[in-house]
């Protein structure tokens, strides 16, 4: 399928965009397949970054302001996208952190209550690029057949962005979390409990959970164990973030001083972090995890839960299934969802049982970490 180019066709049933499409876009991935598009919101002539699909029906805003997604361009599998605008309410961090966002439908004329403006211009204020009237279906077959790849895309000479496509580098190897994490460490909530989360690239969602169970403070990805044992909190949380977690060896040089000393609990790229503190490996998944959707059994209690997820990455089972119990695993391709180590107080989930978007099966996690600090408290 090299360099083929695919094309445009353009539903005749897509509402008007007017001046929303700007001008004839192209999307080209690294292997030289090309898309033909359009393109909305901040509109550049070249524009890079590693392309996955994601098939959550809605939450088009929770995602994109997801900092997990830093370095992305997510292409969404559901076909009409805008049609309940921007709210207010929904961001998970303060801007949106992926590269850019590809759709087949752009539904400009948007209709919600709480929307105080149209996906086009909430894309523009954050300086991001759009593309639209893009075969999404064909693009999101070639990324399962061939994997979540680099691209190119934009308005500029296709010869510019097929140039730009070659050079283009994957995720492996950089370390993302640097550029999502706080600066400074601030906090949230209030109780008697005092929570510690690294920011690896948290999400409002989870902050909100942690402030039910106590004072939460939120502190950079390079904090030192040290510094959060003085605080002295009753748990401490690792939080999901960007990028291969191999390239954070500094956060998992600090998680293995904490193991034993604090309850703990991870999500995502923490659930990651803490399995390769404990002497587990990672590994590239193909297309990675991405939706609203994906079924996870809990090998504890016999149940299927539906999850959300966002992850390129996993930990290799072969790793960890002699250092901790495997609790949960993914029934799509039986991927380690989730472990624990009771000597240690810690555990871990692969996907986000906080939601946003995405289904609420697992949000009794949280009630797990708080039995947890509360019954490591009894030991002292």
């Given at each position: 399928?090299?360099d083929q180019k695919i094309p445009n066709k353009v539903n005749q049933?897509?509402?008007?965009?007017?001046?929303?499409?700007?001008?004839?876009?192209?999307?080209?991935?690294?292997?030289?397949?090309?898309?033909?598009?359009?393109?909305?919101?901040?509109?550049?002539?070249?524009?890079?970054?590693?392309?996955?699909?994601?098939?959550?029906?809605?939450?088009?805003?929770?995602?994109?302001?997801?900092?997990?997604?830093?370095?992305?361009?997510?292409?969404?599998?559901?076909?009409?996208?805008?049609?309940?605008?921007?709210?207010?309410?929904?961001?998970?961090?303060?801007?949106?952190?992926?590269?850019?966002?590809?759709?087949?439908?752009?539904?400009?004329?948007?209709?919600?209550?709480?929307?105080?403006?149209?996906?086009?211009?909430?894309?523009?204020?954050?300086?991001?690029?759009?593309?639209?009237?893009?075969?999404?279906?064909?693009?999101?077959?070639?990324?399962?057949?061939?994997?979540?790849?680099?691209?190119?895309?934009?308005?500029?000479?296709?010869?510019?962005?097929?140039?730009?496509?070659?050079?283009?580098?994957?995720?492996?190897?950089?370390?993302?979390?640097?550029?999502?994490?706080?600066?400074?460490?601030?906090?949230?909530?209030?109780?008697?409990?005092?929570?510690?989360?690294?920011?690896?690239?948290?999400?409002?969602?989870?902050?909100?959970?942690?402030?039910?169970?106590?004072?939460?403070?939120?502190?950079?990805?390079?904090?030192?164990?040290?510094?959060?044992?003085?605080?002295?909190?009753?748990?401490?949380?690792?939080?999901?973030?960007?990028?291969?977690?191999?390239?954070?060896?500094?956060?998992?040089?600090?998680?293995?001083?904490?193991?034993?000393?604090?309850?703990?609990?991870?999500?995502?790229?923490?659930?990651?972090?803490?399995?390769?503190?404990?002497?587990?490996?990672?590994?590239?998944?193909?297309?990675?995890?991405?939706?609203?959707n994906h079924p996870v059994k809990n090998k504890v209690s016999g149940?299927?839960?539906?999850?959300?997820?966002?992850?390129?990455?996993?930990?290799?089972?072969?790793?960890?299934?002699?250092?901790?119990?495997?609790?949960?695993?993914?029934?799509?391709?039986?991927?380690?969802?989730?472990?624990?180590?009771?000597?240690?107080?810690?555990?871990?989930?692969?996907?986000?049982?906080e939601a946003g978007p995405g289904p609420h099966d697992a949000v009794?996690?949280?009630?797990?970490?708080?039995?947890?600090?509360?019954?490591?408290?009894?030991?002292?």
């Amino acid at each position: 399928m090299s360099d083929q180019k695919i094309p445009n066709k353009v539903n005749q049933t897509s509402l008007f965009r007017g001046s929303f499409l700007k001008s004839e876009a192209h999307l080209v991935l690294s292997d030289g397949t090309v898309f033909e598009c359009g393109a909305i919101g901040n509109v550049k002539d070249v524009d890079t970054g590693e392309v996955v699909f994601n098939t959550s029906m809605s939450g088009y805003q929770e995602i994109m302001t997801d900092p997990s997604y830093k370095g992305q361009v997510v292409t969404f599998t559901y076909p009409h996208i805008g049609s309940y605008g921007v709210n207010l309410q929904d961001n998970e961090s303060k801007k949106i952190h992926a590269s850019g966002m590809i759709m087949r439908d752009y539904i400009m004329d948007y209709s919600n209550h709480l929307a105080k403006m149209s996906l086009a211009s909430w894309l523009e204020k954050n300086k991001v690029m759009g593309l639209i009237d893009l075969d999404t279906r064909k693009l999101t077959k070639v990324l399962r057949d061939k994997g979540a790849m680099p691209a190119a895309f934009g308005v500029g000479p296709l010869e510019d962005i097929k140039k730009a496509a070659k050079i283009v580098k994957t995720t492996d190897g950089i370390d993302l979390v640097g550029a999502v994490t706080c600066k400074e460490p601030y906090e949230a909530g209030n109780g008697r409990k005092l929570i510690v989360a690294y920011d690896f690239g948290i999400k409002r969602s989870i902050t909100d959970q942690l402030a039910k169970l106590g004072k939460v403070t939120i502190v950079p990805a390079d904090t030192s164990a040290d510094d959060v044992l003085a605080l002295k909190p009753n748990g401490v949380f690792l939080s999901n973030g960007p990028g291969d977690p191999a390239a954070v060896n500094y956060a998992t040089k600090n998680i293995k001083k904490l193991l034993g000393k604090v309850p703990i609990f991870g999500i995502c790229l923490g659930h990651q972090l803490l399995c390769t503190a404990l002497g587990g490996k990672t590994k590239r998944l193909k297309f990675g995890h991405h939706g609203g959707n994906h079924p996870v059994k809990n090998k504890v209690s016999g149940k299927v839960e539906i999850t959300s997820q966002n992850h390129n990455y996993a930990v290799d089972a072969e790793s960890i299934k002699e250092i901790c119990e495997i609790t949960h695993q993914s029934l799509n391709d039986g991927e380690v969802e989730g472990i624990k180590i009771d000597t240690q107080y810690a555990f871990s989930v692969q996907y986000h049982p906080e939601a946003g978007p995405g289904p609420h099966d697992a949000v009794y996690l949280f009630d797990d970490f708080n039995n947890l600090m509360e019954n490591y408290a009894k030991t002292k």
